[in-house]
């Protein structure tokens, strides 16, 4: 019978004085890596409502909605529930207005609460670029 | 004032409370050095470090709803786990756990009781078997049949290991046994093979991995517990959990030279000694993995029975030279 209890016990014995390889979790937590894809966040300031996120996302989780033509106002509904943290949006933004942050824990009892919803007006940022190329 | 004397004994120390609280230590004791062998941490919230951590579970599993299942015999399904506590409560009495006079036979204390604890002790293997075979389930019919199929494997080698120093010290009776290996600490050293012979068996008889065969959750759900919930479980883990203190105590007494000294050294001593054998079956828990059942029985008959054998030999050599 091919059976070596004892070829594990010098490892478990130098475990003994090691300090856990695991982190009491709830209360600790680890630091997620640099890149980690939580959930995306609109910086509204940045955003020129070019709509390619909205184009862009796989999982049609972004819209954008004009609150009023006049004024730019624009309203932006991420919802949470259907990304699948791909990060497209923030690769598409031209701006640089959408980042991931590091949000992993995520659950709730409601997917309607996954929902966010941003409302703001476009910065008049078109017809400073306009007039700098102009 | 007897009477009083032996409701203490019964229900305080060495009986249910001192048995119930040292029990959930030793389960958290294990389960924390099991954690640290696997490079984890272990119970660490409820209480400090965890302390409280089985305490819990058990309070618990109480409140949880208790389900018998409809096809069971009601009345064996519900009882098997207080019979089951109240035997190995019952063992908890006879460990000379303090001070016993040598010379005077007690109620719990007589020529022969190292026998009374050993049959004591095989009683919940037969209370898990008739809890599995009551379950009417096929996954608790299974481990039960494992239940006894691992007992004809454990049982002769653990026999023959803890009466060899009975027959080196010439007495069926724990006290004068542990009495004996204090006189004479130097004859523990030929009784060395029969202390893991009887700690592996142990390990058997606890039903602990390597030998968690009865209730392997991978293969056959729970096993004997399939069909048991809410108190009834709790009571089958209490069991189990002062079975393997008792047990412990049992190795302690027979082959580490008792608790000698009083009350307070002697819970000091007994508390030590446990813990050390406690260790050692973590350790067994930590470095194994699950083995086959016929494997188990090719192991005891193959390695385990001969080396007690060695030992009972071992045993009557030294008793010859001693005379």
Redo the contacts between chains.
């Keep these: 019978?091919k059976?070596k209890?004892?070829?594990?016990?010098p490892e478990?014995?130098r475990?003994?004085f090691?300090r856990?390889?695991?982190?009491?979790y709830p209360f600790k937590k680890m630091k997620v890596p640099d890149d980690f894809r939580g959930t995306p966040i609109l910086k509204p300031e940045l955003c020129i409502v070019c709509r390619a996120c909205v184009r862009d996302c796989p999982a049609f989780a972004i819209e954008i909605e004009t609150l009023s033509d006049e004024e730019k106002r624009y309203k932006m509904t991420i919802h949470n529930d259907r990304c699948i943290h791909c990060a497209q949006c923030v690769e598409s933004c031209p701006t640089k207005a959408l980042f991931m942050n590091d949000e992993f824990e995520i659950a709730t009892d409601s997917r309607l609460k996954l929902k966010a919803e941003y409302t703001y007006t476009r910065p008049a940022k078109k017809s400073t670029q306009q007039s700098q190329n102009g | 004032m007897a009477v009083i004397k032996a409701l203490v004994y019964l229900l305080i120390y060495p009986g249910i409370l001192f048995l119930f609280v040292y029990s959930t230590f030793c389960e958290w004791f294990d389960r924390k050095l099991y954690a640290r062998l696997q490079n984890r941490i272990g119970p660490a919230y409820t209480g400090r470090n965890g302390i409280l951590q089985p305490v819990a579970d058990f309070l618990k599993l109480l409140f949880k709803e208790d389900i018998v299942p409809e096809k069971a015999d009601r009345i064996i399904f519900s009882s098997l786990p207080v019979i089951g506590l109240a035997v190995v409560v019952t063992v908890g009495l006879y460990l000379p756990l303090w001070n016993v006079d040598v010379s005077i036979p007690s109620f719990n204390s007589f020529q022969g009781d190292v026998i009374v604890v050993l049959y004591l002790l095989s009683l919940p293997t037969l209370i898990f078997f008739l809890a599995g075979w009551h379950s009417t389930n096929f996954f608790s019919t299974l481990g039960g049949v494992r239940v006894l199929t691992m007992l004809f494997g454990y049982e002769v080698p653990l026999f023959l290991a803890i009466l060899s120093p009975a027959i080196v010290a010439d007495s069926w009776r724990l006290a004068e046994i542990s009495y004996f290996y204090q006189k004479f600490p130097f004859l523990l050293l030929f009784q060395v093979t029969g202390f893991f012979v009887s700690v592996i068996a142990l390990q058997a008889k606890l039903e602990r991995t390597p030998f968690d065969i009865p209730d392997a959750e991978t293969e056959i759900v729970g096993g004997t517990f399939t069909e048991y919930s809410g108190k009834k479980l709790a009571f089958f883990r209490l069991m189990t959990d002062i079975e393997m203190v008792v047990g412990s105590g049992l190795i302690a007494t027979v082959f580490m030279a008792g608790f000698s000294g009083g009350i307070v050294l002697g819970l000091f001593k007994f508390v030590l000694k446990t813990l050390l054998v406690i260790a050692i079956l973590s350790l067994i828990r930590a470095a194994c993995s699950r083995i086959r059942v016929d494997q188990m029985v090719v192991f005891s008959w193959k390695y385990l029975t001969p080396l007690a054998v060695l030992q009972l030999l071992i045993s009557i050599v030294v008793k010859g030279i001693i005379q």
Aim: proline share 12%; net charge neutral; hydrophobic share 65%.
């Design positions: 019978m059976f209890p004892a070829a594990f016990v478990l014995l475990h003994l090691r856990p390889a695991t982190i009491e």
